[in-house]
């Protein structure tokens, strides 16, 4: 035994409730998430790391005319003054903002390899190199003219943007993704010379809606193209809420061969969609015979997209083949939009397009007032500094003098010309080659300069008409560098007519059609033959199984299997095992509930109505599409009492219903009487003292009722003849009419 050990004692320790406890530290790390990580700002459309990027970047002197540096440089001063993360993140972002693939306008120029549009990531930060593009630069411009606030960095050692100038629209230019906590951002790429016509035409109408800027801004544009199958009404609704998506689908074209031959090829594809995992899961398809009309598909891609579909045969409709591909690959995707950004750089908020350009003009105007105030500044104490110069002049040889004699040459100047001691210390810190006849004339020219464009700020100042005037000069200056004439400017991404499904059946499309025999044995075993095989004679089975079910049907229907449980199973009539063997156990491709067995199985006919009914004599008739399940796990359709098995499920074609028990009584009644449901307990349609129901069947009344005898023979009872069993749902019913089978079936 170890020495008993006491608790320690109560000083110092501080109670605190759990809960509370917890709520203040997820709710200071959701906060730290939103703003720090994964919401970019309103303003300039960047999240920290990037504008910590950007600014490095600049530091780094790595202007678009500079030479580059390697991309472990920019990283190293990054992580080490201004974002304390891993590395590796930050080389991530660094490199994606270089990937003209991704970013649809690129804020990193980079050198070597940094990664491509199949998914392959990036060489190492040793080996690649990086600097601004244009884009950086309008984004950093005036940024050394108190154009934005700074803050201190993590440590306290440097300082950092709060937000960029932003010269340039990059929230909606290049758009961004991010998961914070408890929500998300997620803003498509557009194109600029949209978004600055959009821009200015809000300057000049500040009220103007989403709606009429749509005029302007017809959609994203992404930097990988595609076409926008999007309707117009989901487009204008994603704007104004802010919240929606895009569909957009590759770009194809039809290409001719010799002999009649032909191939689609792909040179678009949508955004953010890696090329080598597409061209995998079409590979994978076509390997499980999910796209028998498609042959090959080859990846010709060199520097541009180039995807290879070659089809089965020549006389493959080309929009069929890939309407089937948009259907099941990601060649068509869904771009989700969740404008949800930082507005004034703390409060996270989903905003429509007027909004979300407002918060950019806004922005624009607050750097021009900010810019305009340092320059006058800057003017001010020039202005003074001139004034004292042109003083001094008037006596050169004076101050000459008073600088050679004076043990205090500064005081003295201050007394004898009255000047400030800013304008001394210029005068002291003039050169003596300066003091020409000719650096006079500069001097009274500099001043005009400087007043002229000291008034001109000061009416900008004072004009808010002004204000707006210079910032719609300064986008229309961005919008000529990135007009749609350019090669990065022009509209990639075209408007496509809206598909509509019911266009194509690619149902037939999927799988050729053939006419299929289906087999189920007596134990649970499923084959399908291939024709419709009328005599099933020579069928073999394994050991002492038997043939249970059999029915024709097509290799593009879907197989619906009964259990006694009464669960209704699905299987693809296309996948179901060849003749050749014995088949495969149902249990091999449906979860099967342990102890069921396979009471019936049937080809599915849309738009159908079939009667469910279970030993005790309940059921209930249902539509035939409500019954497919789209899982191994199946749909319970009956619901049965504790010992009451599933018995039967048949087509409900007719009028009227025909029902036979155990105790060999039949009664027939109107189908109206039993209710139409998607899955239950049912209705009594027949009561038993003991024993339950045998079979039923639903007949029209017009044509009788007809069964086959043990012999194959069919007998008819017709209209009146059947008066004598016709009642109501759930009586006992009377013995059958003469010649019905002692089986107590309908077939015999």
């Known amino acids: 035994m170890g020495e ?41 459309g960047l999240k920290p790391v990037h504008r910590r990027i950007l600014h ?75 600097r601004m593009t244009e884009v950086a630069r309008l984004l950093l411009d005036g940024i050394d003219e108190d154009a934005v606030d700074f803050r201190e960095t993590y440590d ?8 960029l100038p932003a010269a340039f629209p990059n929230l909606l230019a290049n758009g961004s993704q991010g998961i914070a906590v408890g929500m998300a951002t997620s803003i ?7 978004i600055c016509d959009a821009a200015l035409y809000l300057v000049g109408h500040p009220n103007a809606t989403s709606d009429q800027l749509l005029t302007f801004v017809p959609g994203p544009d992404f930097p990988t193209g595609g076409i926008m199958v999007e309707s117009r009404d989901s487009i204008a609704e994603a704007y104004r809420t802010g919240r929606g998506g895009f569909r957009v689908r590759a770009r194809w074209h039809k290409e001719e061969l010799p002999r009649g031959g032909w191939v689609a090829v792909v040179t678009e594809i949508p955004y953010l969609v890696p090329k080598a995992r597409l061209i995998e899961k079409i590979a994978e ?58 507005t004034g750089g703390l409060v996270p908020k989903v905003l429509g397009l007027a909004d979300v350009l407002r918060e950019w003009l806004d922005h624009r105007r607050e750097v021009l007032l900010r810019r305009s105030r340092f320059r006058l500044d800057k003017i001010e104490k020039r202005l003074e500094i001139l004034r004292g110069l ?101 509209r990639r991404t075209d408007f496509g007519e809206t598909p509509f499904a019911a266009d194509l059946d690619l149902t037939e499309a999927m799988v050729e059609r053939e006419p299929l025999t289906v087999v189920v044995s007596e134990k649970g075993w499923i084959r399908a033959l ?83 009914a279970a030993a005790s004599g309940r059921g209930f008739v249902a539509a035939s599409d409500d019954i497919p399940a789209g899982t191994r796990k199946g749909r319970q359709v009956l619901n049965l009492d504790a010992k009451d098995v599933a018995k039967l499920a048949i087509p409900a074609e007719g009028d009227s219903v025909a029902v036979i028990g155990e105790n060999r009584k039949l009664l027939v009644f109107p189908l109206s009487q039993i209710p139409e449901m998607s899955r239950g307990k049912g209705v009594r349609l027949q009561r038993y003292k003991d024993g339950g129901l045998s079979d039923a069947k639903v007949f029209p009344s017009a044509d009788g009722l007809t069964w086959l005898d043990t012999s194959g023979r069919t007998w008819t009872v017709a209209g009146d003849d059947l008066r004598e069993w016709i009642g109501n749902r759930a009586d006992s019913g009377r013995l059958p009419p003469k010649g019905f089978p002692k089986s107590n079936r309908f077939s015999g």
Do not use: C
């Open 390 to 490: 042109l003083i001094v002049y008037l006596d050169l040889d004076r101050v000459i003098k008073i600088i050679r004699e004076e043990d205090e040459p500064k005081a003295e100047l201050i007394r004898v010309f009255e000047l400030t001691d800013t304008q001394a210390e210029a005068i002291l810190n003039t050169r003596l080659r300066s003091l020409r006849k000719l650096e006079e004339m500069e001097l009274k020219k500099e001043l005009a300069d400087l007043l002229d464009e000291k008034s001109g700020i000061e009416g900008l100042l004072g004009s808010e008409e002004q204000q707006w005037k210079t910032v719609s000069w300064q986008i229309r200056e961005v919008k000529k560098s990135f007009s749609k004439e350019t090669p990065l400017g022009r």
């Open 4 to 44: 008993r050990v006491e608790p320690p004692s109560g000083d110092g320790v501080e109670s605190v409730n759990l809960r509370e406890a917890l709520e203040e530290r997820y709710l200071a790390y959701a906060l730290s998430t939103i703003m720090h990580r994964a919401l970019p700002d309103a303003r300039d």
């Open 530 to 612: 291939k024709g419709h095989v009328q005599d099933l004679g020579s069928l073999q089975f394994k050991g002492d199984d038997g043939l249970k079910i059999s029915f024709f049907t097509e290799t593009t229907a879907k197989i619906l299997v009964m259990t006694s449980d009464g669960k209704v199973f699905t299987l693809d009539a296309a996948k179901l095992p060849g003749g050749r063997g014995f088949g495969d156990p149902v249990r091999l491709m449906a979860d099967l509930d342990e102890g069921a067995e396979i009471v019936t199985a049937w080809a599915h006919r849309p738009g159908t109505k079939l009667l469910f």
């Open 285 to 342: 398809l076509l390997n499980d015979r999910k796209l028998p009309i498609l042959a090959d598909v080859r990846d010709e891609s060199a520097e541009d997209v180039r995807i290879v579909f070659e089809p089965r045969s020549r006389t493959v409709d080309p929009d069929l083949l890939m309407e089937s591909l948009f259907r099941l690959t990601e060649l068509e995707s869904r771009i989700p939009m969740n404008m949800n950004v930082l």
């Open 56 to 130: 490095a970047m600049r530091l780094l002197k790595l202007d678009p005319n500079a030479g580059f540096k390697k991309s472990a440089r920019v990283v190293g001063d990054v992580i080490g003054k201004y974002h304390p993360h891993g590395d590796q993140s930050v080389y991530d972002a660094l490199v994606r903002l270089a990937q003209d693939f991704a970013v649809r306008y690129p804020l990193v120029d980079g050198q070597g390899n940094f990664g491509n549009i199949d998914g392959d990531s990036a060489a190492a930060m040793r080996y690649t190199e990086a």
């Open 188 to 194: 498509p790429p557009h194109n600029v010379a949209e």
């Open 156 to 163: 306290g050692s440097e300082d950092e943007p709060v937000v």
